[in-house]
């Protein structure tokens, strides 16, 4: 593991330049980590590219590291996962956005659902989908990706359907194992995960009408946060960088 620190700072990355980091990292890195003049760190873009930096600048308001090199980001996975996860209430979601940025998701859209119980409007919206990105983002810096994965506006599951074109598209619901044995990894997988209440029929119907395939993850009933962990580990280890 690396040991020094991995930031995310949304600039451009130019050898010999200046970057100020942003009011929460730099809080962290001079209150929390106490780095000061001289110490090392790693910063990426979150569109794929990541940079070695020093300080050259640490006080409790302003914290400023200087660009030494730059290199293409590691850590992303051949395999392009769109997870559309059902919004669920508090940490649940963090969770499975933490942990699928972890395992290599390309993006997610949380969905409304017939069963789910939340429902976000304007401002609160907003705000809950900045926090989701931030989440991603602090995931990307803990397992070493420079490409943070879009958490896209939340949309009703019918809206979301339409606009698939992966070419694999599964959704999590009782049916047939052999979903993820064909020959052969997939340009693109959309993975559709439900609320702690399930899909519907209706929407079952409309998923497997918009291409969906059903598949299983065993004879136990998963939490909504638990379930995309399962079946990203095994979209990665069949078709992914897990193997």
């Known amino acids: 593991m690396a040991t020094n620190p991995r930031i995310h700072v949304a600039a ?14 730099a809080r962290h890195v001079a209150r929390v980590l106490r780095l000061g003049e001289g110490a090392p760190v790693r910063l990426f873009d979150g569109v794929g590219h990541e940079a070695l930096a020093v300080i050259v600048e640490a006080s409790r308001k302003r914290v ?49 659902t017939e069963h789910g ?3 976000l409007k304007g401002e609160r919206e907003a705000k809950k989908l900045a926090h989701w990105q931030a989440v ?10 420079a490409t943070v994965p879009p958490v896209h506006p939340p949309q009703p599951l019918d809206a979301w359907l339409s606009d698939r074109v992966e070419s694999l598209r599964l ?13 052969g990894a997939p340009a ?16 079952i119907a409309a998923a497997t009408a918009a291409g969906f395939v059903p598949l299983s993850l065993g004879p136990r009933i998963l939490r909504t946060e638990t379930a995309p962990v399962v079946a990203l580990s095994l979209l990665q280890y069949r078709f992914g960088d897990l193997g």
Do not use: W
């Open 12 to 25: 451009d990355f130019i050898v010999g330049g200046d970057v100020v980091l942003p009011e929460g990292p």
């Open 171 to 183: 959704v999590l619901h009782p049916g047939t194992a052999g979903a993820l044995e064909q020959n």
């Open 136 to 145: 991603a983002a602090s995931a990307c810096e803990q397992c070493g990706r």
């Open 117 to 119: 119980d939340v429902r």
């Open 64 to 112: 400023v590291a200087r660009i030494e090199a730059v290199e293409a980001g590691r850590g992303e996975s051949p395999l392009a996962v769109h997870l559309g996860q059902a919004i669920s209430k508090g940490d649940r979601m963090d969770y499975a956005i933490q942990k699928a940025v972890e395992l290599g998701v390309a993006a997610i859209t949380p969905l409304y």
């Open 188 to 203: 693109s997988v959309a993975l559709l995960i439900g609320p702690e209440g399930g899909l519907s029929v209706s929407e």
